[in-house]
């Protein structure tokens, strides 16, 4: 499964963007995928997730009424759209995928990680 993140860029507070992860390979349709980000220093930090059904979707408490998460299954893409983005959301942001599991906040839990798109929200 090779997962290709995208969408990243500067914006200012208050701004939009919308991240991308496309995803190809055997399967990769029906596994859970989450969005994760890290900024310098720091641990990388679960932001969201849904299910390959897109039933399930799971956000940070930091994100939430923010962020919203969404599959398109044609496509086999995730997407994460970010509004009211804050300074602290500034980090790099990556989508990875699970193949088994109930619970999707830890990164040890996940298989496959794409490449990271940088994130950067000027005050």
């Known amino acids: 499964v090779q997962l290709q993140a995208s969408g990243g860029g500067l914006v200012q507070a208050g701004g939009s963007l919308r991240l991308s992860c496309a995803a190809s390979?055997?399967?990769?349709?029906?596994?859970?995928v989450g969005w994760f980000r890290q900024a310098p220093g720091k641990e990388r930090e679960f932001v969201a997730a849904v299910t390959w059904s897109s039933v399930g979707t799971y956000y940070a408490d930091s994100v939430k009424g923010r962020f919203t998460i969404s599959r398109d299954i044609a496509r086999n893409t995730v997407y994460l759209q970010m509004n009211s983005l804050k300074p602290e959301d500034t980090a790099v942001y990556y989508c990875?995928?699970?193949?088994?599991?109930?619970?999707?906040?830890?990164?040890?839990?996940?298989?496959?990680w794409g490449q990271g798109t940088q994130v950067t929200v000027s005050s």
């Open positions: 990875a995928a699970v193949k088994y599991g109930s619970t999707y906040s830890r990164p040890d839990q996940y298989d496959y």
């Open positions: 390979g055997r399967s990769s349709s029906i596994y859970p």
